[in-house]
């Protein structure tokens, strides 16, 4: 089977090949007065295979948005895979893989240390009832248990 090739990288990506979890460059845009974005593909889980809970993506994002920002001015998003293995990380500017991962390491260290999530409530959050701060942990610590083998994407 050969797809022709579509818009969206992540369509292009052959999901069988790939090696969860993992932190890869997925796209690079120059925005019209040269600004640059970088997209990253943070995959949790592998595709096809595994899925995380929607309260456990969830409340991960709530606390990743949240936490994020106090390492990084430069990250724009944090935002769920629809396939519910990853979410993709937006940032200003082309950090690096490496750095990126000590960015996500950082970030789900202290999403351990958390005692509740972030804005879980319907004054804040479309879903406010939506969440579990245990499923977000077990998430996060499954994830950083692996921290080796974030950079290689294949096996």
Not at 12 to 30: E, F, G
Not at 40 to 60: C, G
């Amino acid at each position: 089977m050969n797809p022709e090739r579509m818009n969206v990288e992540s369509f292009n990506l052959d999901h069988r090949t790939v090696a969860a979890p993992y932190v890869r460059v997925a796209d690079r845009k120059v925005l019209p007065q040269g600004d640059v974005i970088t997209k990253y593909d943070v995959r949790f889980t592998q595709p096809n295979v595994a899925h995380l809970e929607m309260k456990a993506i969830h409340s991960l994002e709530h606390l990743f948005a949240e936490k994020s920002r106090n390492y990084s001015e430069s990250v724009i998003d944090f935002s769920p895979m629809g396939c519910q293995t990853g979410y993709y990380l937006i940032m200003q500017g082309e950090p690096d893989v490496g750095s990126v991962a000590n960015l996500v390491e950082a970030t789900l260290t202290d999403v351990l240390q958390a005692t509740e999530v972030p804005a879980a409530n319907e004054i804040q959050c479309g879903w406010g009832e939506n969440h579990s701060l245990a499923g977000a942990q077990e998430a996060a610590r499954a994830f950083l248990a692996q921290r080796a083998a974030w950079e290689q994407v294949t096996a």
